[in-house]
């Protein structure tokens, strides 16, 4: 079962945790400043590694080759970046099983372990990715400065080389004071605010990836404690606001979710924004606690599947923007439904 359908912690507002690691070998120069030859000699050393993790091996794929909706499918499940996207000689991308770590390499930097949970995961999740670089450490040579920390092709992560993020639904606070003042507020005690989907991407749908920004001059403990202290901070503003405002508003509410729940259902085309911002409405009623046939499972099942990408490589073939609409109103009819057949089960064997 892929990682992101299992249950996490405060998941009404928190829908998954992110922890990635950069990591150097010495001898060799940053990925921006190598040739082809150069990548290539740091794939293998990196892949002797990966592919014989004992009792865990992770799935290599090179990223050169791969066709481009291949390409956008996994950057849709957050497994690569844009960067890597790119597909120079000598970039490759790690996959564990259920997809929740993933290893690229030759990326900004030769190593990126990031690992994934469902819901407030921060701890548990860090454990995984450190003992991912713990074990890689012990195999190849990593580029450490005791005065600086682990060396990164990019000043910013120099240190620890931990990025920590969160992925938040946060319709209330939005809708109340705004994305913009959201992020500034969050940039001013030193974290980023960016879209689903990293940097330069737009917020749909409500959801926002928030991460750390300092790496340098601090530990990893205190990094996790000071960002799990911001986090529980917006999770306790976001669940007093969304009270607040269900209470003043319930009927109001409760009709925008159920005329989202209708469209959903019965839609025949729908875009991918349209449909993001429909899900916003339902993971809200369910929060809320009066949608009773949707489950967010099946809200984080659709989050993961319906970008173009993700749409055009389940149907096996490339689709026109009205078929792409089309199919992608077919998968969410289809995850609704599931539900729903499975009450109507419950109900006939009573």
Not at 42 to 68: C, F, H, W, Y
Not at 84 to 110: A, R
Not at 327 to 335: F, H, M, N, Q, T
Request: hydrophobic share 35%.
């Amino acid at each position: 079962m892929s990682w992101y359908l299992e249950a996490g912690n405060d998941s009404d507002i928190v829908l998954s945790s992110r922890i990635r690691l950069a990591r150097n070998l010495r001898g060799f120069n940053f990925p921006n400043c190598m040739n082809d030859a150069q990548r290539r000699s740091v794939l293998e050393k990196v892949s002797d590694v990966l592919t014989n993790i004992p009792g865990n091996p992770l799935m290599r794929m090179d990223i050169a080759p791969l066709p481009q909706t291949d390409k956008r499918s996994l950057i849709e499940k957050h497994l690569i970046s844009e960067e890597l996207s790119k597909g120079q000689e000598g970039q490759s991308v790690f996959i564990s099983k259920d997809e929740n770590i993933s290893v690229m390499v030759n990326e900004e930097d030769h190593i990126r372990i990031q690992v994934m949970a469902p819901g407030f995961a921060l701890e548990n999740t860090y454990k995984q990715a450190e003992d991912m670089a713990i074990y890689i450490e012990g195999l190849l040579p990593v580029a450490f400065s005791d005065k600086y920390g682990f060396l990164t092709a990019y000043p910013s992560n120099t240190g620890t080389g931990l990025r920590a993020s969160v992925m938040v639904h946060l319709p209330t606070l939005t809708a109340i004071r705004g994305g913009t003042a959201l992020k500034e507020s969050l940039q001013k005690a030193g974290y980023t605010v960016r879209g689903a989907y990293g940097e330069n991407s737009k917020s749909v749908g409500n959801i926002y990836q928030i991460s750390n920004t300092i790496t340098l001059g601090i530990s990893e403990k205190q990094t996790l404690q000071k960002f799990t202290k911001v986090i529980n901070e917006v999770i306790a503003l976001e669940r007093r606001l969304r009270q607040e405002f269900y209470e003043k508003n319930k009927d109001k509410l409760e009709d925008r979710v159920y005329r989202s729940l209708g469209e959903l259902t019965y839609a025949r085309m729908i875009s991918s924004v349209e449909a993001m911002n429909r899900l916003s409405d339902l993971r809200m009623g369910v929060a809320c606690g009066f949608l009773k046939n949707v489950n967010e499972r099946q809200l984080m099942l659709l989050l993961n599947t319906i970008g173009d990408a993700s749409v055009q490589k389940r149907c096996g073939e490339m689709l026109t923007p009205k078929d792409l609409a089309m199919k992608r109103a077919e998968l969410i009819r289809e995850v609704l439904k599931e539900k729903e057949e499975n009450q109507t089960e419950d109900e006939k064997g009573e």
